[in-house]
């Protein structure tokens, strides 16, 4: 018949079980800590965003719109672009780490504020159609944060201010 015995409690259910197992390492300040991977792409992206930053500032000041292929590095999310060679992307675990001393942020603003200065004065073809469902999330990805300088946030509403379909 059923078991009655009353000396071992019943395991707690499973999800609760891997709930507790699966607890992912904090910084101190109660904030996930990124993974190894998302590190280690995070340092790629930081690489490119200075090493390409100044050529793309350069570009969009010579033609006044987008030519090359740099959306992904200028408007990061958490997907990577299909065609982007280094398949980077960020979590909201390490944007924090694009800001600040060693990061590429100068030349990246620069370059944000330029594409912000561009669209508002020529509208959105400043920035090829392929691209708008990139904008579109870019948006909607960095809406949902708050750990940024007033540049970022700045550029972000600039952004905003267009409809970018996503797709």
Do not use: C, N
């Given at each position: 018949g059923p078991r009655t015995s009353a000396s071992s409690p019943p395991?707690?259910?499973?999800?609760?079980?891997?709930?507790?197992d699966s607890e992912e390492p904090m910084e101190s300040?109660?904030?996930p800590t990124p993974d190894?991977?998302?590190?280690?792409?995070?340092?790629r992206l930081i690489a490119q965003q200075k090493e390409e930053c100044p050529h793309i500032?350069?570009?969009l000041q010579t033609c006044g719109r987008?030519?090359?292929?740099?959306i992904w590095w200028v408007c990061p999310?958490?997907?990577?672009?299909l065609c982007d060679p280094?398949?980077?992307?960020?979590?909201?675990?390490?944007?924090?780490?694009l800001f600040g001393e060693g990061t590429g942020e100068e030349e990246w603003r620069k370059v944000l504020e330029l594409i912000c200065d561009l669209l508002e004065e020529k509208g959105m073809d400043v920035l090829p159609e392929i691209d708008h469902g990139r904008i579109h999330y870019f948006i909607k990805f960095w809406k949902g944060l708050d750990d940024f300088p007033d540049w970022m946030s700045s550029c972000i509403q600039r952004f905003d201010k267009f409809d970018w379909p996503p797709r």
């Open positions: 395991p707690p259910p499973l999800r609760l079980r891997i709930a507790m300040d109660g904030t190894r991977e998302d590190q280690r792409i995070l340092e500032f350069k570009e987008k030519e090359g292929h740099w999310t958490e997907m990577p672009g280094i398949e980077s992307y960020v979590t909201r675990e390490t944007v924090p780490g």
